[in-house]
């Protein structure tokens, strides 16, 4: 059963994207059934609680299991996706839009239900890349298209950090079982709890990489209730309830939870009330309140986290998909200032910069993380330009020169060095032939004048 529930949207997904626009007609229609039938599946599953082994490496024992804490997000995912897709249909979003959204849907479920790290990093890793491409999905606007990378290359710096924690969770315990990491020993535990602090806190867009879910306000507003309700933000929050006996045992990384998640529920709920654009306004509220969620991790509140996340799921997606009714019925995403004059009643409130701004994070990034490591990336390419290739051209124009001396100065030498010794050697090989006549008596005058000769030595040198 638990196959069935991660694998139909899967499935169905998969198909959709490969039919492309042949199946535009009915892929609306087929969202939905699927949709619904992940649902219906999703509700047999909360009833049973299904458990399955999957040994994906020798000697890795993992699986996938529905329990007390994964059944309410795998219930809350399969509705969201429904309504999503419900409003989608109704917008007229074709195959590549449905076949997105199941595939996405289907590795949200995979990430919930994992019991090892290697599982959560496949769901973790294609719910990313569906990610890109749902917030990208309008790819003739470059504005989009830039966002996406943005908000896809922050959440990748970031996901590292779970990669990390696979590799020491194997060193310091021989598995990759969720269950067990808190029974790592010093200093695995204090390096595993690390990565996966920084991997939840970067994908549930909190301080200090909240602005990426600024800019993945360019998709669709169907992807954003979706990503920013039950599924992608709620992921890190969902990870960091998991594993928070892997951040009590660490005896720091609960603390720094509580942190992070407190000033960004600070933070962010400042820069909400600054924001004049309405989906602006949800994005940084789905920041600040994920961060009550990431509270409730550090505070071991696991069951007050959980409700949480279910009612901002249910919530926030509402409050997205009616954002885009708005925008389409007025063709403007400035509503928040008449609901302040409103409020208000007439009081003229100056918004902070800095909130309006999303606290300059951006920029800060950029200033911090990404001019210099360009920097450094420029350096680089410099040194590989300059040295590096400037070596092997400098040895290859040796290399020709050298040829080329040979062939012209030192070749022609050598040749005339060897021509004048083969001179030499036959001419006196010539000289020697000469007495050679064959004759007898000529070899007896020879030797009778060697031994004259040999006479006349032996006198002058007595």
Do not use: N
């Amino acid at each position: 059963m638990i196959a069935a529930v991660c694998g139909t949207p899967l499935l169905a997904g998969a198909l959709l994207l490969v039919a492309g626009r042949r199946a535009d007609r009915v892929a609306p229609a087929a969202g939905v059934a699927v949709a619904a039938a992940v649902l219906a599946l999703a509700g047999a599953a909360a009833a049973a609680r299904p458990a399955a082994r999957v040994a994906v490496l020798p000697g890795a024992p993992g699986g996938l299991a529905v329990d007390g804490l994964s059944v309410a997000m795998v219930v809350t995912v399969a509705a969201a996706v429904l309504l999503v897709l419900l409003h989608a249909a109704a917008e007229g979003f074709g195959a590549r839009f449905s076949g997105l959204m199941l595939v996405f849907a289907g590795a949200m479920l995979v990430t919930v239900t994992a019991s090892d790290l290697l599982l959560l990093l496949m769901g973790w890793e294609v719910m990313g890349a569906m990610s890109y491409a749902l917030i990208g999905y309008r790819w003739t606007d470059d504005g989009a298209v830039r966002s996406a990378a943005a908000a896809f290359v922050t959440t990748r710096a970031t996901d590292t950090g779970l990669y990390l924690a696979a590799g020491f969770a194997l060193a310091g315990t021989g598995s990759l079982s969720l269950a067990g990491l808190e029974a790592a020993r010093s200093p695995w535990i204090d390096l595993i709890a690390a990565g996966v602090v920084v991997a939840a806190l970067g994908k549930s867009a909190q301080l200090p990489f909240s602005f990426w879910l600024s800019r993945a306000m360019a998709g669709p507003s169907a992807v954003s209730a979706l990503l920013h309700s039950a599924t992608m933000v709620a992921a890190g929050g969902y990870l960091l309830l998991r594993l928070h006996p892997l951040l009590a045992a660490s005896g720091w990384a609960d603390a720094v939870v509580c942190w992070a998640g407190a000033l960004t529920a600070l933070v962010l709920g400042v820069v909400a009330l600054a924001q004049r654009d309405l989906k602006q306004l949800l994005a940084a509220s789905t920041c600040a309140q994920i961060g009550f969620v990431v509270l409730a991790a550090g505070a071991a509140a696991v069951a007050g986290g959980a409700l949480h996340l279910v009612a901002h799921a249910a919530v926030k997606s509402l409050l997205f998909l009616c954002a885009g009714v708005w925008l389409a019925r007025t063709g403007t995403p400035l509503a928040t200032a008449a609901v302040v004059a409103a409020v208000a009643k007439g009081v003229r409130v100056r918004a902070p910069a800095w909130g309006l701004h999303w606290a300059y994070l951006e920029r800060a990034a950029h200033a911090g993380v990404v001019r210099p490591v360009l920097a450094l990336a420029r350096g680089l390419a410099r040194f590989d330009d300059r040295v590096v290739d400037g070596t092997v051209a400098a040895i290859a124009r040796g290399g020709r020169r050298a040829a080329e001396f040979a062939a012209r100065d030192a070749e022609p030498r050598v040749d005339g060095v060897v021509a004048a010794v083969g001179r030499g050697a036959r001419a006196l090989g010539a000289l020697a032939r000469r007495p050679q006549t064959g004759q007898v008596h000529m070899y007896y005058a020879q030797a009778a004048v060697m031994l004259a000769v040999l006479v006349l030595i032996a006198v002058l040198a007595g």
